[in-house]
């Protein structure tokens, strides 16, 4: 029987699609690819920095899980398997690639669709918001600069909590540490991002004097 993925994207969990795959019905398994193939590339374009390698990642993301999924803990969540798989290759891409050539930052950096702003809060006011980012073209290719300049670890938390604004305990489960080292490296990152992104419109705004 093939999915509906309107009532698929709407009301079926993942959890059902999931099941629906693995009893074999691969419209599902299409299904939960159209549910999160804009957050998942989102999150590998502004991680990568590299839109083609964006696009190899998420592939081998969806084809681990495809090929995983009879093994995949019913009990678990998806969405913190999915991101998982993809922070892991992606992870593993970077180090490969660093040991040819670094790839120009081509991703662009897109906007969020039905976020809850858990994380504005915590934003100091040098941060763009994502709907500033998302609008300014400028805006987007200095926060890609400043994003590749922070740490693999910050980057990760950052990109995670601020633009795919997913849960400090959904963050812990993809990266595999304490929610407390979520919230300490979020902080680092927030505050390492500011700066440099303080420093670096202060020099862009000298420049244009």
Sequence with gaps: MAVNTTIEETQISDAQLLQRFLDGDSEAFSALVKRYQQNLY??????????????????????????????????????????????????????SRKRRSAAPLDAVIGSMQDAKNTYASLIPSEI??????????????????????LPENYRLVLILSYFQEIPHKEIAEILDIPVGTVKSRLH??????????????????????
Excluded: C
């Design 42 to 95: 989102a999150f590998l374009s502004r991680f990568l920095g590299d839109a083609a390698l964006a696009e190899d990642v998420f592939q081998e993301t969806f084809l681990q899980v495809y090929q995983s999924a009879p093994m995949f803990d019913m009990t678990r969540t998806f969405r913190p398997w999915l991101f998982t798989v993809a922070a892991n290759k992606a992870r593993d891409a970077l180090r």
């Design 128 to 149: 763009p918001s994502p709907d500033e980012i998302s609008m300014n073209l400028e805006t987007q290719q200095n926060v890609k600069i400043i994003i590749e300049q």
């Design 188 to 209: 680092g990152a927030v505050g390492l991002f500011a700066e440099k992104w303080k420093a670096f419109t202060a020099e862009d705004t000298g420049h244009r004097k």
